[in-house]
C-alpha cells in the first residue's frame, strides 16, 4: 500500500547505505597548478602527453573523472595534475581540455551521423597522394581539400614518387585553387617538405601505398615507423592504426594518421567550403537558402556565377569550387 506523501516528515528520508548525507558540491577543482601539455598519442584509455616546457618529457595520463565523456584526442592541448614526471608506471590526469583552434573531421560515409575527430589543433593538412603505383586519386584529395577548407586547417598537397611520373596533369587540375604544391622522389630528401612543417603541428593523410610512412621515417628518422609494401595490383597494406604525433628535429610536430579506406564528410555543409574561399563568401550569402552553390540546373539561382560574369573570379576557379562541393555526394573506397 502506498504511504501517504502528505503525513511524510523529515524522521521518513531514507539515506542509501554506504553513501554520504552531504549534498556534492557543483563546484570543480580549478587546478591552477596544471602543467601544459599535447597529446601525441592515444591508446585503451591512455593518453600520451608532450609537456610543453619540455616536449621530450612524455606523460602518460588518464582523463579525470570530472571531464565525462569529453573527446581528447591527438593534437588536443590539455592540463595535467598528478605525477608529471614521466616515469615508468606512472599516471598522470587529464582535467582540462583547452578549446581547439582547428578539427580534421570525417565520418566512415556520407550518412553516418557520427563525426570522428581524427586531430585536433594542427595548422595544416599535408595531403599525401603518389603520382604513380598507385595512381592519384582526385576523389580523395577533393574529400581531403574540403575536410581541410571546413575545418579551419591550410591545406598542403604533397605528390610523390614523381620518379615514376611527371606531375603537370595533376598540378593543372588544382592550379585554380591555389593550393600549395610540393613535390617528392623516392630516392631524393623531401628538404621543401621539411621547410613547410617546421615550428607547425602538421597532419599528413594519404591512403594506403602513396608512401606517407616513407615521408615520416625521413622527416623523423628515428620514429621506426612501418613503411607499407605496395602489391602488384597497387594496393598497399595498412601499416597506421592511430594518429600518433612526432616531434621534427628542426622544431614543430609531424602528425602521422592512420591509412584511409574511405573519407566520409555527411557533417560538412556547402556553406562550410564556401567560407574558406573569401573572394566568393561574401557574393554567397546573396544566394537563396538552401543553396548547393552548384548553379544551373541544381541551383539556378546561385549568385557566384555573377563573380565570373563580373571578372571577380575566373571560370575555372568557380569550376575547381564546384568540383570540391560535388565531390560531397562521391564517397569511395581506398584499400
Not at 25 to 42: F, L, N, T
Not at 116 to 123: P, T, Y
Not at 129 to 146: K, M, N, Q, T, Y
Not at 155 to 182: F, G, I, Q, W
Request: contains cysteine; aromatic residues 2%; charged residues 30%.
Amino acid at each position: 500500500m502506498a504511504r501517504d506523501w502528505r503525513r511524510l516528515d523529515e524522521s521518513d528520508v531514507r539515506v542509501r547505505p554506504g553513501k554520504g548525507t552531504r549534498p556534492r558540491s557543483k563546484r570543480r577543482p580549478e587546478h591552477s597548478d596544471a602543467v601544459p601539455a599535447m597529446v601525441v598519442g592515444v591508446d585503451r584509455g591512455r593518453w600520451t602527453c608532450a609537456v610543453e616546457e619540455d616536449p621530450d618529457r612524455l606523460v602518460t595520463a588518464m582523463r579525470a573523472r570530472e571531464l565525462g565523456r569529453t573527446p581528447v584526442v591527438v593534437g588536443d592541448r590539455v592540463g595535467l595534475v598528478g605525477d608529471t614526471s614521466g616515469a615508468p608506471d606512472t599516471l598522470a590526469r587529464i582535467v582540462r581540455v583547452a578549446d581547439r583552434t582547428s578539427v580534421l573531421r570525417r565520418t566512415a560515409d556520407d550518412t553516418d551521423p557520427f563525426e570522428r575527430v581524427v586531430v585536433a589543433n594542427a595548422a595544416q593538412l599535408v595531403i599525401v597522394s603518389a603520382l604513380a603505383e598507385p595512381e592519384p586519386r582526385r576523389g580523395f584529395i577533393d574529400r581531403c581539400l574540403v575536410a581541410a577548407y571546413a575545418g579551419g586547417l591550410e591545406p598542403l598537397l604533397c605528390l610523390t614518387k614523381s620518379d615514376l611520373a611527371a606531375p603537370d596533369e595533376l598540378l593543372a587540375a588544382y592550379s585554380e585553387l591555389n593550393v600549395p604544391v610540393v613535390v617528392t622522389r623516392s630516392d631524393v630528401d623531401p628538404g621543401e617538405l621539411r621547410e613547410r612543417l617546421v615550428d607547425k603541428v602538421s597532419a599528413l593523410i594519404g591512403h594506403s601505398g602513396v608512401g606517407k610512412s616513407t615521408l615520416v621515417n625521413k622527416l623523423v628518422p628515428d620514429a621506426n615507423r612501418a613503411v607499407g609494401v605496395v602489391s602488384g595490383v597497387g594496393k598497399g597494406r595498412h601499416t597506421s592504426t592511430q594518429a600518433v604525433a612526432l616531434p621534427l628535429p628542426e622544431g614543430g610536430w609531424a602528425v602521422d594518421t592512420p591509412g584511409i579506406r574511405s573519407f566520409g564528410l555527411a557533417h560538412i555543409t556547402p556553406d562550410d567550403i564556401v567560407k574558406a574561399f573569401p573572394d566568393m563568401k561574401e557574393m554567397a550569402e546573396e544566394c537563396p537558402s538552401g543553396c548547393g552553390h552548384q548553379g544551373p540546373p541544381d541551383d539556378p539561382d546561385c549568385m557566384l556565377d555573377e563573380l565570373v560574369t563580373t571578372g571577380a573570379a575566373s571560370p575555372g576557379r568557380l569550376a575547381s569550387l564546384r568540383r570540391l562541393l560535388e565531390s560531397r555526394g562521391k564517397l569511395e573506397e581506398y584499400d
